[in-house]
């Protein structure tokens, strides 16, 4: 099976903002991109990932993933991430209808394709499943096998709330890469240590925190 992964990017201007106290104004917009970047290269790179839907209106975020290869669907909702996300795999599934789909967070610099193919292979067991993140109160990616809505419920409490939802948790080892998400100077420093992205690396570099 290969999915379709919809992945959301908020405008660069707006994204990261508790990054403040390791990143300014003028780097947290190069720097969640390049999160994106590394996460959508990653996710082209395995081999149970069919292509990549990127929703955002940020028109520099669009240029760049589509250079990447990613599909750019324009976030017309503007209602915030799950309408986002539920515009994305709308999109796919117009042209794919049969097509499972998953959302994968944008903010995934350490993604190994290895890791995200377990995940995926595992998913595939259920019609939707979802895997927490790190911190075990969030969600880094849902799916929704063919003929199953994806119904994303992502933001404060995910995991509580896509377990509510029905979809079944996934409880898998050695997949730290597809569970670091990065929000805050802490997470940076976890998925620096695990071995971020040439995007993020370059820009890390300019940081203090690269070399603490």
């Given at each position: 099976m290969q999915w379709t992964l919809v992945v959301p990017v908020k405008t660069l201007a707006r994204a990261k903002s508790r990054l403040a106290d390791t990143a300014d104004d003028g780097?947290?917009?190069?720097l969640a991109l390049?999160?994106?970047?590394?996460?959508?290269?990653?996710?082209l790179a395995c081999p149970a990932v069919k292509d990549v839907a990127v929703v955002t209106d940020d028109v520099r975020a669009g240029r760049e993933l589509a250079n990447l290869g990613a599909r750019v669907v324009p976030d017309e909702p503007g209602g915030g991430l799950n309408a986002a996300l539920a515009h994305g795999a709308a999109a796919v599934r117009s042209a794919r209808p049969e097509s499972p789909v998953a959302a994968l967070n944008a903010d995934l610099p350490a993604l190994r394709p290895a890791e995200l193919?377990?995940?995926?292979?595992?998913?595939a067991q259920f019609r939707r499943a979802f895997l927490p993140d790190a911190?075990?109160?969030?969600?880094?990616?849902?799916?929704?096998?063919?003929?199953?809505?994806?119904?994303?419920?992502f933001g404060?409490?995910?995991?509580?709330?896509?377990?509510?939802s029905g979809a079944?948790?996934?409880?898998?080892?050695?997949v730290?890469?597809?569970?670091?998400?990065?929000?805050t100077g802490g997470d940076l420093r976890t998925a620096l240590a695990l071995g971020v992205g040439p995007?993020?690396?370059a820009v890390a570099a300019r940081l203090l925190i690269a070399g603490q």
């Amino acid at each position: 099976m290969q999915w379709t992964l919809v992945v959301p990017v908020k405008t660069l201007a707006r994204a990261k903002s508790r990054l403040a106290d390791t990143a300014d104004d003028g780097v947290r917009p190069g720097l969640a991109l390049a999160f994106a970047q590394d996460t959508v290269a990653a996710a082209l790179a395995c081999p149970a990932v069919k292509d990549v839907a990127v929703v955002t209106d940020d028109v520099r975020a669009g240029r760049e993933l589509a250079n990447l290869g990613a599909r750019v669907v324009p976030d017309e909702p503007g209602g915030g991430l799950n309408a986002a996300l539920a515009h994305g795999a709308a999109a796919v599934r117009s042209a794919r209808p049969e097509s499972p789909v998953a959302a994968l967070n944008a903010d995934l610099p350490a993604l190994r394709p290895a890791e995200l193919t377990r995940v995926l292979g595992a998913a595939a067991q259920f019609r939707r499943a979802f895997l927490p993140d790190a911190a075990e109160i969030g969600t880094t990616l849902l799916t929704a096998a063919p003929g199953h809505e994806l119904t994303p419920a992502f933001g404060p409490d995910s995991r509580a709330r896509h377990r509510a939802s029905g979809a079944v948790e996934l409880r898998l080892d050695a997949v730290d890469s597809v569970r670091q998400d990065v929000d805050t100077g802490g997470d940076l420093r976890t998925a620096l240590a695990l071995g971020v992205g040439p995007h993020t690396a370059a820009v890390a570099a300019r940081l203090l925190i690269a070399g603490q």
